[in-house]
Nanobody
Framework: QVQLVESGGGLVQPGGSLRLSCAAS????????MSWYRQAPGKERELVARISSSGGNTNYAGSLKGRFTISRDNAKKTVYLQRSSLKPEDTDVYYC???????????????????WGQGTQVTVSS
């Protein structure tokens, strides 16, 4: 059974920092690119950051670059999102996403796979 379980959310004061974690199970974590998305009430879910399966490449949404750091530990099957200088507008639900494109892998051909976590609420407020 595939699971992505986010943790680390909560109430944070403006200017503070936070580290979100997403623990994966039920699939070959090291072959999946991982991403963090966020969604505010009434708005579409938007990409925050993405990291390649090996961890060697990272991408950030242009407006958010510099305040977020994505990383992963394939041995622990966990991806992280470090956030600094939090602002009230960073109040969102943060979602973990796993993706592997269709293609040939060590044990054969597989279609594209996408998995989502349930999300963790982050509230930035004094």
């Amino acid at each position: 059974q595939v699971q992505l379980v986010e943790s680390g959310g909560g109430l944070v004061q403006p200017g503070g920092s936070l580290r979100l974690s997403c623990a994966a199970s039920g699939f070959t974590f090291s072959t999946y690119a991982m991403s963090w998305y966020r969604q505010a009430p009434g708005k579409e879910r938007e990409l925050v950051a993405r990291i390649s399966s090996s961890g060697g490449n990272t991408n950030y949404a242009g407006s958010l670059k510099g305040r977020f750091t994505i990383s992963r530990d394939n041995a622990k099957k966990t991806v992280y999102l470090q956030r600094s200088s939090l602002k009230p507008e960073d109040t969102d639900v943060y979602y973990c996403h796993a993706n592997r494109p269709a293609g040939y892998y060590s044990d054969g051909f597989y279609p594209r796979y996408d998995y989502w976590g349930q999300g963790t609420q982050v509230t930035v407020s004094s």
